[in-house]
C-alpha cells in the first residue's frame, strides 16, 4: 500500500474498517461513538485505587 496509488489505498483502508465495524463510517470510528470502543478506551484508562481526600486535594490545590 505504502507505494501504490493513494486511490487503491484508501479503497483497501475503507475495506478494513468495513471488515472491523460494519456499518460505521470512518468519523464514527475516530470518533468512538460505538459502545463497544467506548468501553475499551474506558477499560484502558488507568484509575486511581481511591479518590483522594479533601486534604490531599487542598495540597495539590497551588
Given at each position: 500500500m505504502e507505494k501504490g496509488d493513494a486511490g487503491l489505498a484508501m479503497g483497501q483502508v475503507?475495506?478494513?474498517?468495513?471488515?472491523?465495524a460494519?456499518?460505521?463510517?470512518?468519523?464514527?470510528l475516530l470518533q468512538a461513538e460505538d459502545p463497544a470502543l467506548a468501553a475499551l478506551e474506558a477499560g484502558e484508562k488507568r484509575k486511581r485505587t481511591r479518590g483522594l481526600s479533601k486534604e490531599e486535594l487542598n495540597k495539590l490545590d497551588f
Open positions: 475503507l475495506r478494513y474498517i468495513d471488515a472491523i460494519p456499518a460505521m463510517s470512518l468519523l464514527q
